[in-house]
């Protein structure tokens, strides 16, 4: 089983629609993270979370939101979907003396 | 902001080619990380580089820091096409305490033909 598991893996929405990405993982990290990747952009962090009780905007937050439920556990949030948001969307978690991250397998994302 | 340019964008090449991926910045970065990432996949560590000069090897992959610490190469010797993918590199630097600030290049996706 994957250490870092992404439910689901494909979505398809239409415009307006709310959607919830969910993100747990088995590594026993305070941190985890939410990028984005765009063919030609590379990956651009939308939050980041270094324990339960603290969340942080990345560079790209705006239009999502985010929710700690644990430890193991980070959603993502596309309160009103627009079709700019078409992506693939990856949850890292990461240990913390050296900042690598471990990354989940994606969610790929389309909104019509 | 800090920038990771990475070169090329695009590079297909036969097996048994050798190829160097250059990933460069005007900043300073207490390390760097490489990482791989195939098809329907997410991002993979293969090597993270932390001293200036410093060099590293993963079999046929050779990771190279620069000495003043902005820049980085990684060379593939004799590639494969299980070397296919993309990849990344990723700069980090220290935000205060153990807490990291990593920024990513854009990638280099490296098709390598039978």
């Known amino acids: 089983d994957a250490d870092v598991t992404q439910t689901p893996r494909n979505r398809i929405t239409k415009t307006g629609k709310r959607i919830m990405l969910e993100c747990s993982q088995t590594k026993g990290h305070d941190r985890m993270y939410w990028y984005r990747q765009d063919p030609g952009l590379g990956l651009r962090l939308i939050y980041y979370s270094f324990d339960v009780k603290d969340i942080n905007k990345g560079e790209i937050s705006d239009g999502y939101s985010v929710s700690r439920q644990a430890q193991a556990k980070f959603s993502l949030s596309l309160e009103s979907a627009i079709p700019n948001q078409t992506a693939l969307y990856f949850c890292a978690t990461s240990a913390p003396n050296t900042g690598e991250l471990f990354f989940g397998e994606g969610s790929r994302l389309t909104v019509l | ?114």
């Open chain 2, 1 to 114: 902001t800090q920038l990771l340019e990475q070169s090329p964008q695009f590079l297909s090449i036969q097996e048994g080619e050798n190829l160097t991926v250059y990933c460069n910045s005007s900043s300073v970065f207490s390390s760097l990380q490489w990482y791989r990432q195939e098809p329907g996949e997410g991002p993979v560590l293969l090597v993270t580089v932390v001293t200036g000069g410093e060099v590293k090897k993963l079999k046929r992959l050779t990771f190279q820091f620069g000495d003043a610490r902005k820049d980085s190469s990684l060379h593939i010797t004799a590639a494969q096409p299980g070397d296919t993918g993309l990849y990344l590199c990723a700069g980090a630097t220290n935000s205060g305490g153990s807490n990291y600030k990593l920024t990513f290049g854009k990638g280099t996706l490296l098709t390598v033909n039978p």
